[in-house]
Nanobody, 127 residues
Framework: QVQLVESGGDLVQPGGSLRLSCAAS????????VGWYRQAPGKEREGVSC????????YYADSVKGRFTISRDNAKGTVNLQMNSLKPGETAKYYC????????????????????WGQGTQVTVSS
């Protein structure tokens, strides 16, 4: 089992930016599909973005397209989520998840296909 650790969550003003990072304890995420999900109090968990391994194809929720960018840092073996133009409604706990399955577009919607999850990092968008 892979232990995942998220970092980078913070309080940010509307329109601001944050960069979240997902690292695996003792492992590189190079050979895992990695997804970012978020969950706000009282709301269902939703997929934000994910990246495949090998070809590094990326998927985004419609609500974040053009503002969020997921990427791999191959040197560090981590996966980052750059979030720009943040909105108050995006306040949530953000989780990264990893899977060894060769997921494609389902990496964004099928949370049950991920084997490993981090504890989450809190993102609060407020003035």
């Amino acid at each position: 089992q892979v232990q995942l650790v998220e970092s980078g969550g913070d309080l940010v003003q509307p329109g601001g930016s944050l960069r979240l990072s997902c690292a695996a304890s003792g492992f590189s995420l190079d050979y895992y599909v990695v997804g970012w999900y978020r969950q706000a109090p009282g709301k269902e968990r939703e997929g934000v973005s994910c990246i495949t391994f090998g070809d590094g194809y990326t998927y985004y929720a419609d609500s974040v397209k053009g503002r969020f960018t997921i990427s791999r840092d191959n040197a560090k073996g981590t996966v980052n989520l750059q979030m720009n133009s943040l909105k108050p409604g995006e306040t949530a706990k953000y989780y990264c998840a990893a899977s060894r399955l060769a997921l494609r577009s389902s990496c964004l919607h099928d949370a049950y296909k991920y084997d490993d999850w981090g504890q989450g990092t809190q993102v609060t968008v407020s003035s």
